[in-house]
């Protein structure tokens, strides 16, 4: 069994933030709602200065904070990785939107929400909730795109291989700063990567141990 | 929910020039994912950039227009309100027929035109008919270039192309004067970011020169921030250390490959042999001087052999001479590290310590072999665009930046400084899209494509007068007769080599070959007054002046004796109130059009300030357009990666009453029963041959055109059902056309001889009118000018304020998709102004302050303050060009500050020499309120 994985090389990322909007695409998100940040900082004192760029997203951590305080069980962890919400369980508590050291999960409330405020919704809003319903209520986040991966693998594809079984915030990165594969396969990228440029977690110090690592600059 | 149609329809995008190759998907007739398309070379192979994927949010925007409409409020200005009239495109098209008709007739120079930068691809084909009338005037660049210049100029005439970057897949020693390659919109934009991301993680080397440390300087391995507008003293004293210091000199390139050894006389000018005038050599093996085409160079191997002396004294036919490069070298001796030091802030260390690592990366002298060629292999670039040539020096800087990579030879070759793609021999099943530069006048380098083709309409290949080898093997479009009505060569023929010296004992005439012919900037016309609007008659260098929106441009056609004035502006999209220069100037310009035209996505500054009538656009999802993909050496994927050719194609039908500027113009034509010289336009586009043209008054529908010109382009297989499927063709480069230098016998200026003439002439015309030019920069020799903004000798206007792209945005056009001002307001800088964190203590400033910039004219734009380490102290830079008003922009409105605004827009603040404005601004910085 796959353990998916992220590894993203900051060295090409450029801060471009096409991976947070394709991420929206694919999932038809609604205004002000993201499964996938980009944060934009500086390094350093002038002129010695580096600009920094993070592309962050839930971290499918193997030892969720979040999946250890939900109460009604909704939130759960994949044999394969992918920390995944039932949104007939969650009942919005909210308790993993604190419990999550990375801020990444965030509560759907606002079902209202236009992008053209007041203009009514766009065909492709009114066609999105039907594609991609989302549950108001429950606490929503990154996936990992598990539609896709799993759909790709019924067709013999390989995620992090093959665009269709691949998250859409990899495939739509024009730097090719994001892979995705198995970490648990010595032998794939990832983890090529993450051994060879040493790439390291987000923050460690939680103790969640994410699913996903840097390349440094 | 039902799925009844789940499909992906390949197109290219529309959100910037770089129209990267796209996938839609559509579900239900609904469009609802855009993706790259991973299947080619234009673009990020799969990926794609933000603005790319809010394309979506351009199609269902409910802002955008549906029907024509019609001002009622007679008064026009930045905030007025138009009153608009929904009217049907009958009555709008039949009023528009009737004037544009009448212009037509009268004077087609009557008619301004301005298309949007975002697509001019699209419009080379769409306005060909009016050029073919006769309309010279249009304003590029988005209703208003203030950048492009000088950049334009020196590529067109050292590279053979529209711009230069490095070639990222090979390059180690990489350095931006103020360029945003691979972190922004623009020429390639995808394809530098997937490249130079490639070069970053395998370890080469950016420098990056640049007042901020964001986007292009935040990607540096070494960020060298220095005063706006100085890059052209840097790179020369980095040419004086390669020349003077470490003699890291590539004299096989000066040698044959440029004017370093061309035998110049005390006056400045070359020495020409009496009988030929050809340009002379001093050939070291021969002892003696030789015409500069003595030898045949026809690749690397034969440069090698080339022998003529770049440095002595020569008495020649009695006249005492040197090879330009004996001048230049002296020349450089005066720009020393402590004076670029003095001038741009940049430590003299640093630039001396550059200077000796790009000379040992450019590893001199050595080759690799690519599919059995050897080419010069020099990994080492150094590229400039807008930040560094946006100023009243441009010229000059663009020509320094150029010198850098022809002191070492790395022009067009694996490595180096390349610029997109100038050769091309032909799709290989049908042949067509053969162009090349060639070796032209006093034999630098020619070329019969410089796209795209719309920005400089009816120019032809001009017969050369020393030599005719570009024209042997291509299609000529006309029968030329000799002087006694003999017919040299028939129309539809090949030339041949006797044709071609036929055609080159015609006297002076204009010959049409092929469809792409627009002709570079060589050879220089003679200044003369020939009634052009923007000077560029005066001005031989003068490449996309302002004075279409100039404060001084009435006083500037009196000079001239404009002998009319514009009646009529046709706007295909274009902000041009807001982006360009100082919304009053500008205005004031429009104002005095009394029929404005506006083709348009929304109501913008433009439309709702200014349009008399406005047409609903289709949007390029809504959109067959075969013309898209004509941009070879503007921003096809360079280097070798392969030639692919994509074609716009519809993702939905057009919404409401929307029509495609392409069939509005077909309407037009029609209805001024001009369907006939439109159909010719047609054809002279595509270069149809007598067999497949359209016939006089042939009707035809978008698509039916469309497959008969792929199949006739690219052959049978290849119409628009293959277009349907794969939405492009595609052809591997070839190392004679990716690395071209070596493979084509013509030269390129290290010394600018022809600034010698042009002054004299030039001098006598302005003196004559009493137009004022600086001439200081009419020089033979490359030089170091100050501008306005560092000569003004102000504590109070203490600050130098640029713009700089953002890779969210393009022009004005993106602040109106959510999720692209989702995005900016996610990010620090974006819609702030932003300035260095010092220097903002200093003033008693915070981040979130609002603050007003004014100029010394008064000038100001107000905005939100974000303090940066990343920032040179005596900078301030807005990002973009946001700060919309429009009513028809919701999303748009009140976010961000407008730069331009800033800025000056006449002669006095321009390049004198290619008219470039002046794009940094000297301003003071007021607290308006706490953050």
């Known amino acids: 069994m796959a353990r998916w994985g992220m590894v993203i090389n900051l060295n090409k990322c450029i801060g471009c933030y096409t991976c947070m909007l394709a991420c929206k695409q694919e999932h038809y998100l609604p205004p002000n709602m993201f499964w996938a940040r980009v944060l934009v900082g500086e390094l350093g004192k002038y002129p010695a200065v580096r600009k920094q760029e993070y592309p962050v997203l839930c971290n499918h951590c193997k030892d969720a904070a979040c999946v250890s305080v939900c109460p009604t069980g909704a939130t759960t962890k994949r044999e394969d990785g992918i920390v995944m919400i039932d949104y007939d369980k969650c009942v919005g508590c909210r308790y993993c939107v604190m419990a999550c050291p990375y801020q990444q999960r965030t509560f759907y409330g606002d ?74 396969d010595p032998a794939s990228e990832v983890s090529r990567l993450v051994s060879e440029r040493k790439a390291s977690q987000l923050s460690p110090e939680f103790n969640t141990n994410p699913s996903i690592y840097y390349i440094a600059r | ?201 395998r370890g080469a080397k950016f420098v990056i020169f640049d007042p901020l440390c964001n986007y292009a300087g935040g990607k540096a391995t070494e960020w060298v921030p220095l005063i706006p507008g100085t890059d052209g003293i840097i790179a020369l ?244 007769h000799d002087e006694n009505g003999k017919v040299i060569v028939e129309s539809g023929s090949t030339i041949t080599r006797d044709i071609a010296y036929a055609l080159a004992r015609l006297p002076e005439r204009m010959i049409k070959v092929e469809p792409f012919v627009t002709g570079g900037p060589w050879p220089l016309k003679e200044p003369e007054i020939r009634g052009n609007a923007q000077l560029k008659d005066i001005y031989p260098l003068g490449f996309d002046p302002g004075v279409f929106g100039a404060s001084d441009q009435e006083e500037i056609w009196q000079k001239v004796n404009l002998p009319y004035r514009f009646e009529m502006l046709l706007s295909w999209g274009c902000n041009t109130p807001m982006s360009v220069a100082s919304f009053d100037a500008v205005a004031n310009s429009i104002k005095r059009i009394p029929f404005v035209v506006v083709s348009e996505l929304f109501n913008t500054e433009l439309t709702e300030g200014f349009a008399d009538i406005v047409l609903p656009d289709t949007c390029y999802l ?62 002279d586009f595509v270069n149809f041959d007598e067999k497949h043209r359209l016939r006089e008054d042939e009707e035809f529908t978008i698509d039916g055109l469309t497959d008969r010109v792929l199949k006739y382009w690219f052959g049978e297989t290849h119409g628009l059902d293959y277009i349907k499927e794969h939405g492009f063709v595609r052809w591997k480069k070839k190392v004679e056309e990716a690395y071209w230098r070596y493979f084509v016998d013509c030269r390129i200026p290290v010394y600018l001889e022809f600034m010698v003439d042009i002054k004299e002439k030039m001098q006598k015309i302005t003196e004559r009118i009493g137009l004022s030019v600086d001439y200081t920069q009419y020089t033979p020799l490359v030089l170091w000018s100050p501008c306005s903004i560092h000569l003004l000798d102000s504590k109070e206007f203490d600050l130098y304020c640029f713009s700089y792209r953002d890779v969210l945005h393009t022009g004005s056009s993106t602040m109106e998709q959510p999720w692209l001002d989702e995005a900016s307001a996610m990010n620090p800088y974006t819609y702030n102004i932003c300035m260095h964190v010092e220097t903002g203590k200093k003033k008693g400033l915070n981040d979130g302050d609002l603050i007003k910039l004014e100029t010394p004219t008064g000038r100001s734009v107000t905005g939100t303050l974000k303090l940066m380490e990343g920032h040179h102290p005596q900078a301030i830079s807005i990002a973009a060009c946001s700060g919309h008003w429009a009513k028809g922009l919701p999303i748009a409105r009140g976010k961000g500050t407008n730069f331009d605004n800033l800025l000056e827009i006449d002669l006095k603040h321009s390049d004198p020499v290619s008219l470039n404005l002046e794009t940094a601004a000297r301003v003071k910085v007021i607290k308006l309120q706490k953050g």
């Open chain 1, 111 to 184: 079902d209202k929400k236009e992008y053209f405020p007041g203009q009514g919704f766009t065909e492709w809003e009114v066609l999105g909730r039907k594609l991609y319903p989302l549950e108001k209520g429950t606490v929503v986040k990154c996936t990992f795109c598990v539609e896709r991966v799993d759909e790709g693998q019924k067709k013999g594809l390989k995620p992090g291989m093959d665009r269709e079984a691949t998250p859409a915030c990899v495939i739509a990165c024009p730097a090719k700063a994001r892979y995705f594969g198995d970490l648990d």
């Open chain 2, 1 to 201: 929910m039902k799925v009844e149609e789940d499909v992906k329809i390949p197109t290219a995008c529309g959100r910037c020039y770089a129209s990267c190759g796209i996938k839609v998907r559509r579900v239900n007739g609904v469009a609802v994912q855009i993706e790259g398309n991973p299947d080619t070379d234009m673009g990020a192979r799969g990926g794609l950039c933000a603005k790319g994927i809010a394309g979506l949010q351009v199609l269902y925007d409910p802002n955008r227009l549906n029907v024509p409409l019609r001002r009622t409020n007679p008064e026009k200005g930045l905030y007025a309100d138009p009153k608009w009239k929904e009217i049907s495109w009958d009555e709008a098209l039949t009023e528009i027929a009737e004037k544009l008709g009448k212009i037509l007739k009268e004077d087609p120079r009557k008619l301004l035109i301005q298309i949007t930068t975002i697509r001019p691809l699209y419009c080379s084909f769409v306005i060909k008919p009016l050029f073919d009338f006769g309309v010279t005037n249009i304003w590029v660049g988005g209703g208003g270039l203030h950048c492009g210049s000088g950049a334009h100029a020196i590529a067109g005439m050292v590279n053979s192309s529209w711009s230069i970057v490095p070639d990222f897949q090979n390059c180690n020693y990489i350095i931006y004067f103020g360029a945003s390659k691979g972190t922004a919109a623009g020429h390639s934009s995808m394809v530098s970011t997937r490249l130079a991301a490639e070069a970053r993680d």
């Open chain 2, 237 to 480: 004293t980095m040419c004086n250390i390669l020349v003077n210091e470490l003699g890291v000199v590539d004299w096989v390139f000066l040698k044959s490959k440029t004017n370093a050894p061309y035998l110049v006389k005390e006056d400045g000018r070359y020495v020409r042999d009496p009988e030929t005038k050809r340009c002379l050599v001093w050939d070291m093996d021969e002892g003696r001087a030789v015409p500069h085409d003595y030898k045949d160079i026809p690749n690397y191997r034969a440069a090698c052999a080339v022998n003529y002396a770049l440095e002595g004294e020569y008495r020649v036919n009695g006249v005492t001479c040197r090879p330009s490069f004996q001048l230049l070298k002296e020349h450089l001796k005066q720009y020393t590290p402590e004076k670029a030091s003095q001038v741009s802030t940049v430590p003299a260390e640093t630039i001396r310590r550059i200077a000796n690592e790009f000379a040992t990366e450019a590893k001199v002298g050595s080759t690799v072999v690519i599919d059995g060629h050897e080419v010069p292999f020099r990994p080492a670039s150094a590229v400039l665009f807008r930040g560094g040539e946006g100023h009243e020096n441009s010229f000059h800087t663009c020509f320094a930046v150029s010198l850098l990579s022809s002191i070492v030879g790395s022009h067009d070759v694996c490595g180096g400084t390349l610029g997109w793609p100038a050769r091309s021999l032909g799709f290989p099943e049908t042949g067509k899209f053969t162009f090349s530069p060639y070796k032209g006048v006093d034999g630098f380098l020619q070329t019969d494509y410089f796209g795209p083709a719309v920005l400089h309409p009816g120019k032809r290949v001009n017969e050369m007068k020393n030599t005719w080898d570009g024209l042997v093997g291509r299609v000529i479009r006309e029968t030329v």
């Open chain 2, 622 to 683: 809504e959109l067959m357009s075969f013309s898209e993909g004509r941009g070879q050496n503007f921003n096809y994927p360079y280097g070798m990666d392969d030639w692919c050719y994509h074609v716009v194609q519809p993702v939905v039908p057009p919404k409401e009453q929307r029509r495609s500027f392409l069939e509005v113009m077909c309407d037009l034509l029609d209805r001024m029963n001009y369907r006939d010289r439109r159909n010719k336009s047609i054809n």
